[in-house]
């Protein structure tokens, strides 16, 4: 009821869900760019076009939240600018996954980390734990690991193991039956992924 008075665009209920909290923002972006567009049906303006076009996520935010009541606008906002200050030309999709970061969600809060301090993923029945290439402490991040796969792009890392995921730049020697990474961290191949290394070794080996 109280939603209806001020006039929500949304809800999300204690506890969400990150995917959950990226489409109200998804829902958020829609709307303002609904009422942008009825606003200039009849203006011929590139230049004014391209301006809104331009709007970071937390001026759009801002500006879909109904006087008084969106509830969640703020933390919305607060997320997008702090995502804005590292990346100048981010936009709304920048909030769930790009190529440079990703949000996992540990121990009941979002934590944004950069895919390429990534060293590799490990798999632990209902959770996977994230190693990093710096020396930041490791993540156990409640996902499975093909969510996992399916997120980090591809063309960087690849599965090796039923257990594991490697960042590919981090491959510092290949044998038979593992993967060592940064001189230090020796991985096993499974057997159902070791084609699939083969090939991608076999794109990068200089040959006669």
């Not at 934590?111 to 930041?136: A, C, N, Q, T």
Request: overall charge negative; cysteine-free; hydrophobic content about 30%.
């Amino acid at each position: 009821m109280e939603g209806y008075k001020v006039s929500a665009i949304d809800y999300l209920l204690k506890p969400f869900s990150f995917d959950e909290f990226y489409q109200t923002a998804l829902r958020v972006k829609q709307q303002y760019d609904n009422e942008n567009e009825n606003d200039n049906e009849n203006e011929n303006d590139n230049d004014n076009e391209n301006d809104n076009s331009r709007k970071s996520l937390s001026e759009v935010l801002t500006d879909a939240a109904p006087r008084g009541g969106y509830k969640t606008s703020k933390a919305l906002r607060e997320s997008a600018t702090a995502n804005e200050n590292e990346n100048d030309n981010s936009t709304l999709y920048t909030l769930h996954s790009t190529l440079s970061d990703v949000f996992v969600k540990t121990e009941h809060r979002l934590v944004r980390i950069s895919v390429d301090d990534i060293l590799y993923v490990e798999g632990m029945s209902e959770y996977v734990k994230i190693h990093f290439i710096s020396e930041r402490r490791p993540l156990t991040v409640l996902v499975s690991m093909k969510r996992m796969e399916e997120r980090l792009p591809q063309q960087q890392f690849m599965r090796i193991h039923r257990s594991t995921i490697i960042n590919l730049g981090a491959i510092t020697e290949v044998n038979k039956n593992r993967v060592v990474l940064l001189g230090k961290e020796y991985l096993p191949i499974g057997d159902l992924y070791r084609d699939d290394l083969r090939r991608y070794l076999d794109n990068l080996t200089l040959t006669k």
